[in-house]
């Protein structure tokens, strides 16, 4: 796939980036370029090009803005310690974009030309990927795929954008790790049974703002979802999966066929295994969740994604009363540790999970 480059005539100097770079936060500050690839049935996906990163000039009838026809990844480029830098299993990020496009009747992104994108962007900001210090400062990668024809019918876009975009990001937990608080959203669902809750696509997230506004407002740092038929079974965060370790050293780990299944789970359920955990993936009610707690059946739940890659999860809230947070977190930042060690080049890779870039 061809790419053409033409480079920004005003980066950001290297003593603003180093600032930057000190502090990052999370989507804030972007870097120097942009990649975009466009698609039309006649030309398929083509005009792929790297420009100074800046603001889209988009028609009011352009139709991502009314129908909502959009899909996207999130990923990381990691420097390792020897300055190398690599992504984590970026051909599984490209196949789930496959497989949220075929949801959203989006044309598919062949998994080389997704990689090809991701790795010549990084490449050509390669400055503005943090050295980790021993912390987890990485560069945050957002691909992502939208509706770009200027059409107000109802119908799959017949003009396709794809981009990628980058922004460093620190740490997810300043000043150590602690467990996050859930709000458990007993009326309101994300994803219902032929939906879209398998697909990475910004209309899960539209739909699960107003039930995290509702946890926000019980000083809860996120929200757990149930499955919309029964409200009974345990389906994920807004943006992570949830895993519970139990006392005998099985880990159960919802499948309901509407969550978003994330990379870092599939890592987990394989790291665990190789750990000697039996892995379960099924169904979890939420009272399996409240009796196990109780009964110290349960001694650790987790919650992982990209962004914060694993993280403890304390008590949840809800209209009728709390769960307790389970007491343990051995197992999980044992998993943890292994899973950061792996993508900042600081532990072996038995699974050849990372791919370089530069
Ligand atoms: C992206 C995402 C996750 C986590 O996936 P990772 O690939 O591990 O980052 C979990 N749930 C939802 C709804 C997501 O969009």
């Known amino acids: 796939m061809q790419i053409t480059t033409s480079p920004s005539s005003s980066p950001a100097s290297d003593e603003r980036v180093a600032e930057i770079l000190a502090d990052p936060g999370f989507g804030k500050h972007f870097t120097d370029h942009m990649l975009t690839l466009e698609w039309t049935p006649e030309a398929g996906w083509h005009g792929g090009r790297i420009e100074a990163y800046g603001p889209l000039s988009l028609d009011p009838a352009t139709a991502v803005l ?6 996207f990844e999130g990923m990381k480029a990691y420097r390792h310690p020897d300055g190398s830098i690599w992504s984590f299993r970026p051909e599984a990020n ?42 987890e400062n990485a560069l945050y990668l957002r691909p992502f795929m939208f509706a770009s024809e200027t059409f107000l019918g109802v119908r799959p876009a017949e003009h ?10 620190g740490a997810y937990f300043k000043g150590g790790i602690k467990p996050v608080t859930l709000w458990l959203s007993e009326h309101l669902t994300r994803a219902g049974r032929g939906g879209m809750g398998a697909a990475k696509t910004g209309g899960n997230y539209a739909a699960s703002l107003a039930a995290q506004r509702e946890g926000m407002a019980k000083g809860c740092d996120q929200v757990v979802f149930l499955d919309a038929t029964e409200g009974r079974y345990v389906e994920e965060l807004g943006g992570m999966n949830l895993f519970f ?5 099985t880990i159960v780990t919802p499948e309901t066929g509407t969550i978003l299944e994330g990379i870092t789970r599939a890592s987990i359920i394989e790291l665990a295994g190789h750990q000697g955990h039996k892995v379960e993936e099924r169904r979890f009610s939420i009272d399996e969740w409240r009796e196990g707690v109780a009964s110290g059946a349960i001694t650790e739940v987790f919650a992982c994604g990209t962004a914060a890659v694993i993280t403890p999860v304390g008590a949840v809230l809800s209209e009728h009363g709390e769960i307790a947070a389970a007491p343990g977190s051995e197992v999980t930042m044992a998993l943890r540790e292994e899973l950061v060690g792996i993508q900042f080049g600081r532990a072996e890779d038995p699974f050849g999970w990372m791919h370089r870039i530069v």
């Open 245 to 249: 370790v139990h006392a005998d050293g």
């Open 160 to 169: 396709v954008t794809f981009m990628v975009i980058a922004s460093p990001a």
């Open 94 to 135: 490209a196949a789930r974009m496959v497989r949220s496009s075929h949801r959203l009747a989006f044309p598919e992104l062949p998994v080389e030309d997704f990689v090809q994108a991701v790795d010549a962007l990084v490449a050509a900001d390669q400055r503005w990927v943090p050295t980790p210090d021993g912390g």
């Open 66 to 71: 009314h129908y909502a026809q959009e899909t």
